[in-house]
C-alpha cells in the first residue's frame, strides 16, 4: 500500500513537473511588443548605413530569459529599401511559440531554401553575437528572428574570437 502511494506522489511529481517546464518554456518568460518597444524596422545597406523600412501591423514577442527569442511578423509597406540591403547569408529562422501563429518558422525556412524568399540583416551583432534577421516572403510578409553569429558561437563557446569579428564585450567568453 506505501509503495502505491510514494509511486502515485513519485508520478503526480513528475507530471507536474512537466506541465511546468512545458509552461514556462512556451508561455512564462514571453511578452508581445508594442511597435514601439520594437523600434525602427530597417535594413543594412551595402554602406552598413540602416534603411528604414515601411511596415504595417507589426506583431512581435521577445524574452529577457535569452537573446535569442525575439520574433516579429509585419506587412512590407514598400520594397525600395531591399534594392541594395545586405542579404544575410546564414539566415536559419527559429521555431516560435505555437501561441504566436503569425511566424512560421518551416515555411519561412522552406522560401528561403529554394530562394522565394530573402534574407536581410536589420542589426548586426546587438547585442554580442546575435543578429537580427529580416526575411521577405514573395507575398509582401516579412518575418524577424534573433540569431547567433559566426562570431557568437565561437566566443560562446569559450574559444578566442576569429578574425573579422570585434572585439567581444568583457564576461562574454
Known amino acids: 500500500m506505501i509503495t502505491r502511494i510514494v509511486i502515485s506522489a513519485l ?3 513528475a507530471l507536474l513537473s512537466g506541465v511546468l517546464m512545458w509552461y514556462l518554456q512556451v508561455y512564462a518568460y514571453y511578452e508581445e511588443l508594442t511597435p514601439a518597444q520594437v523600434g525602427e524596422v530597417v535594413v543594412l545597406d ?46 536559419e529562422p527559429l521555431v ?31 547585442p554580442y553575437g546575435i543578429d537580427r534577421v529580416l526575411a521577405v516572403m514573395p507575398d509582401g510578409r516579412a518575418l524577424a528572428w534573433n540569431q547567433i553569429n559566426v562570431c557568437g558561437e565561437v566566443v560562446f563557446d569559450g574559444d578566442p574570437a576569429p578574425a573579422g569579428c570585434p572585439t567581444p564585450p568583457e564576461g562574454t567568453n
Do not use: T
Open 46 to 91: 551595402d554602406r552598413a548605413s540602416p534603411v528604414r523600412v515601411a511596415v504595417s501591423d507589426l506583431r512581435a514577442i521577445d524574452s529577457d530569459s535569452s537573446p535569442i527569442r525575439f520574433r516579429a511578423c509585419m506587412d512590407i509597406e514598400d520594397a525600395s529599401p531591399f534594392e541594395n540591403a545586405v542579404e544575410h547569408e546564414r539566415a
Open 96 to 126: 516560435a511559440p505555437g501561441w504566436f501563429d503569425c511566424f512560421d518558422a518551416r515555411e519561412v525556412g522552406e522560401a528561403l531554401e529554394s530562394g522565394q524568399a530573402r534574407a536581410y540583416v536589420w542589426k548586426l551583432n546587438e
Open 11 to 13: 508520478l503526480a511529481f
